[in-house]
Each structure stands twice: as structure tokens, then as C-alpha cells.
């Protein structure tokens, strides 16, 4: 049976992997210090004989009892609102837990794959963004601490393929979405169905022009385990192309949830928040034979049976 380390096992995207590599027949171990994840989210893998969790902090050194076949390292607050709240968390995620990983995979010999960011490309001056972009990152700006955390991670994982041959993988994740997003993570789209659902102003930044592209996880997850079973070390961004400004997004969550008291309020928007953002997914569709291909509409439905169940209507 092969086993896995997932960091971030706790959170969004880690709890998906989670099911998703207990499902293939893999031995999980989960590690979180759940500083931004949830038992929740992982409470039904618990009585599975193959799953394991540590409570550990992976800026701290990390030791894993036997062997090791794979890393998955999705460890780190990942809105911004966190960021802000934990700046040097998130530095010392990126940075000082990616190092202990990567070590961790050389002593181990296990292939590593990598959590990286749509946010290396900052505010881009090119669109869509493809891989050969390096980006428009103010490094001291609020966003700074995640942006230059996930682009160190980026050079230390290719140093340690380069330079001790460690077998590794960096996915660029674009805007995801699903069940077990966090409801007060601050996101557009917890904070969009939290205020929906309790009849309140959605709270739209700016005038609501800057537009994403949100990719629904399942595909997520399709394709982190597509590029983890792949021989291919440069990065490969992973997201749904399909663009859609903020205050459209926000008019078919009212659309969906469908309360009259909802409405759109404006508040300011943030600094250094990306005008525009969209992958460029040749890569991987080269690669990987990976495409998204939950639309939104079905990926948003889908959403909202979630939010229905976790946030209580005013
Ligand atoms: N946003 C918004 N209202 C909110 C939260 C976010 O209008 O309550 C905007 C935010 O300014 C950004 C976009 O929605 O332009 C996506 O923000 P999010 O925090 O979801 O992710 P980002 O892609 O910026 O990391």
C-alpha cells in the first residue's frame, strides 16, 4: 500500500485530496496544525484504518515514522483576510515548512508535489496567465507575505530537484471552489452565499469589474492527481479558464440563493487585488489530458447544498 503525507489535510483542498487518495487505496497520513483547518472536514476519515492525522506545525521539524512514497504539501492560510491576520505564518509556511518537506522527501525518497498559486503571477500585465509569465508581485504589499512565501517555494523545490535530485511537482492553483470552503475565510465566494443566505448586502469590492476564474474542486483534485502521477518537474497551472467578473459573480449567487432581502453593497476594494485573472491551461491539457469539466452553473448548485447546510439564515 503506498503511502501518503498530506499537510493541510485539515483544510479545503486538503480534506478533498484526503478522500480522494483514501479512495485510490492509498494509506493517508494528514497533518495539520488547523491554525485556518477544520476536524470537520476530515471527521469522517477518522475510523478509516488507513488514515492517520498529526497535530503538527510543519514550520517545525517534521518526522514521519516507515516509509514515505508521496508529499503533498497544501499547508498555509490561503485568503487573504488570513494573510493579513497571520503575515508571518504564512511566510514561515511557504518558506520554512516547504524546506522541512522537501527535506523530508529526500530523506524519505518520496516525490513531492507542491501547493503554488495563481498569486506568483500577482497583479498580471499579461492575460491569460500561462506559465511563462513571471509576474507583477509588489512583495511588500499585504499580499506580499503569500505571493513572495509561494514563489520562494517555487525556487526551493526546483533548487532541491536541480541540485539533490529530489523527484518533485509544483502545481499553480487558480481561484477554487466547493464544499468545506471556510464561511468566514473572507473569500468572495463564502462571504457571497453566507450574506445571501442570511438576507444581508453582499458585500462586492471595488465596482465588481476585476474579474477570476473559479474552477469547481473535484476538477481541482483531477488535476493535482493527474500532475502528482506525471513525470513533469516546471510548474502547470490548474484552474478553469471560464472568466467572470466579481459583480456577476455575485448576481448569480443572488440569483441562486434567491432571498429577496439579499442585495449588492460596495465596499472599497483591497490593495494590490488582481485586476484580472485566467489560466492559460494548454499546459495542461498537454501534459496532463486535464481539463475542467464541471461548469459552473452544476459546480455552484453544488456549492450551495453546502452552504445551505453550514451557515444558519438570520
Ligand atoms: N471580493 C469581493 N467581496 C468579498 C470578498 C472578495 O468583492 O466579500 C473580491 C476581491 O476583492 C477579489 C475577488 O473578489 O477581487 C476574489 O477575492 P477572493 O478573496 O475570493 O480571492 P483572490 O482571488 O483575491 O485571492
Redesign the pocket.
Known amino acids: 500500500m503506498k503511502r501518503v503525507l498530506i499537510t493541510g489535510a485539515a483544510g479545503f483542498l486538503g480534506s478533498h485530496l484526503a478522500d480522494r487518495f483514501i479512495a485510490e487505496g492509498y494509506h493517508v497520513i494528514g497533518m495539520d496544525n488547523l491554525l485556518t483547518g477544520s476536524l470537520d472536514n476530515i471527521a469522517h476519515l477518522f475510523p478509516n484504518r488507513y488514515f492517520e492525522f498529526y497535530y503538527h506545525d510543519v514550520t517545525k521539524f517534521v518526522h514521519v515514522p516507515d516509509e514515505l512514497d508521496y508529499i503533498l504539501h497544501f499547508a498555509s492560510p490561503a ?2 483576510i488570513d494573510y493579513l491576520k497571520m503575515p508571518i505564518q504564512t511566510l514561515k509556511v511557504g518558506a520554512l515548512g516547504t524546506h522541512n518537506l522537501l527535506g523530508l522527501a529526500k530523506a524519505k525518497n518520496a516525490r513531492i508535489l507542491v501547493a503554488s498559486t495563481s498569486e506568483v503571477y500577482g497583479d498580471p500585465l499579461e492575460h491569460p496567465q500561462s506559465e511563462n509569465y513571471w509576474g507583477n508581485v509588489n512583495p511588500v504589499g499585504p499580499r506580499g507575505v503569500y505571493d513572495e512565501a509561494k514563489r520562494f517555494l517555487e525556487a526551493i523545490t526546483m533548487a532541491y530537484h536541480n541540485f539533490h535530485g529530489v523527484d518533485t511537482r509544483i502545481v499553480r492553483i487558480f ?1 477554487t471552489y466547493g464544499p468545506r470552503m471556510r464561511v468566514e475565510d ?4 463564502p ?1 457571497f452565499f453566507s450574506q445571501a443566505i442570511r438576507g444581508e448586502g453582499l ?4 465596482d ?1 469589474s ?1 474579474t ?1 476564474s473559479f474552477c469547481y474542486v473535484d476538477d481541482m483534485v483531477e488535476g493535482i492527481y493527474r500532475l502528482l502521477h506525471s513525470d513533469y518537474h516546471y510548474p502547470v497551472n490548474i484552474g478553469n479558464p471560464d472568466e467572470v467578473s ?1 459583480l456577476d459573480f455575485a448576481r448569480e449567487v443572488l440569483q441562486l440563493v434567491n432571498n429577496p432581502r439579499a442585495h449588492i453593497v460596495y465596499k472599497p ?2 490593495a494590490d ?2 485586476k484580472i ?1 485566467q489560466p492559460d491551461i494548454t499546459k495542461a491539457r498537454e501534459i496532463l489530458g486535464w481539463e475542467p469539466k464541471i461548469p459552473r452553473s452544476q459546480g455552484m448548485a453544488l456549492t450551495y447544498e453546502y452552504f445551505k447546510k453550514v451557515v444558519t439564515p438570520a
Do not use: K, Y
Open positions: 485568503s487573504p481561484n473572507g473569500r468572495a465566494l462571504a458585500t462586492v469590492f471595488g465588481g476585476q477570476r466579481i476594494l483591497p487585488d488582481p485573472r
